[in-house]
T-cell receptor, first 111, second 116 residues
Framework: GQQLNQSPQSMFIQEGEDVSMNCTSS?????WLWYKQDPGEGPVLLIA?????ELTSNGRLTAQFGITRKDSFLNISASIPSDVGIYFC???????????FGQGTRLTINP | EAGVAQSPRYKIIEKRQSVAFWCNPI?????LYWYQQILGQGPKLLIQ????????DSQLPKDRFSAERLKGVDSTLKIQPAKLEDSAVYLC??????????????FGEGSRLTVL
């Protein structure tokens, strides 16, 4: 079953607002990643994190690898219409090779 | 650089029929993955190949699903016979790193299967 709990499941915001979403697990992860999926497309990698405590930015996106290695968050600042889509956290559990995905956060932006 | 190619994009079949999906990964990528994404859920790994060997197929329903990667390049995923619950998008992905893996996957557009 799912090993990642992603929240919120959906968000409805105004253009220009900041967004925050997170992912938690009872398992320890070696790697955390955040992907975005547009309708009819495959997921696209946004940010990859490899060390506990690591904070990484990609333009208006910032993600952190939690100190406990059991969680991660993604922030989007000053949202724009093209940020609409489904955001997935994903991770590789300690001792495993398999990449597992969260359930996704669907982001909707009102102009 | 060409991305991951998948075909067909869409397929509609009746239950108990068979279907096959094809994937051509990014040139030089050693690792190839097939994920199943049911509507409203995150992708779930079905099988992972490193070159032409299977790394993980623990979640592949082997009584009806099969996959192969001949010569370590292209791959096919087959479902026979299909069930209603197989309706999903089948995503192929590839990655450059062949050892422990970094999770940095490149996905194709997916093949959407509808089983009636």
């Amino acid at each position: 079953g799912q090993q990642l709990n992603q929240s919120p499941q959906s968000m409805f915001i105004q253009e220009g607002e900041d967004v925050s979403m997170n992912c938690t697990s009872s398992s320890i992860f070696n790697t955390w990643l955040w992907y975005k999926q547009d309708p009819g497309e495959g997921p696209v990698l946004l940010i990859a994190l490899y060390k506990a405590g690591e904070l990484t930015s990609n333009g208006r996106l910032t993600a952190q690898f939690g100190i406990t290695r059991k969680d991660s968050f993604l922030n989007i600042s000053a949202s724009i219409p093209s940020d609409v889509g489904i955001y997935f956290c994903a991770g590789i559990i300690q001792g495993a090779q398999k990449l597992v995905f969260g359930q996704g956060t669907r982001l909707t932006i009102n102009p | 650089e060409a991305g991951v190619a998948q075909s067909p994009r869409y397929k509609i079949i009746e239950k108990r029929q068979s279907v096959a999906f094809w994937c051509n990964p990014i040139s030089g990528h050693a690792t190839l993955y097939w994920y199943q994404q049911i509507l409203g859920q995150g992708p779930k790994l079905l099988i992972q190949f490193q070159n032409n060997g299977v790394v993980d197929d623990s979640q592949l329903p082997k009584d009806r699903f099969s996959a192969e990667r001949l010569k370590g390049v292209d791959s096919t995923l087959k479902i026979q016979p299909a069930k209603l619950e197989d309706s999903a998008v089948y995503l192929c992905a590839s990655s450059l790193v062949a050892d422990r893996g970094t999770g940095e996957l490149f996905f194709g557009e997916g093949s959407r299967l509808t089983v009636l």
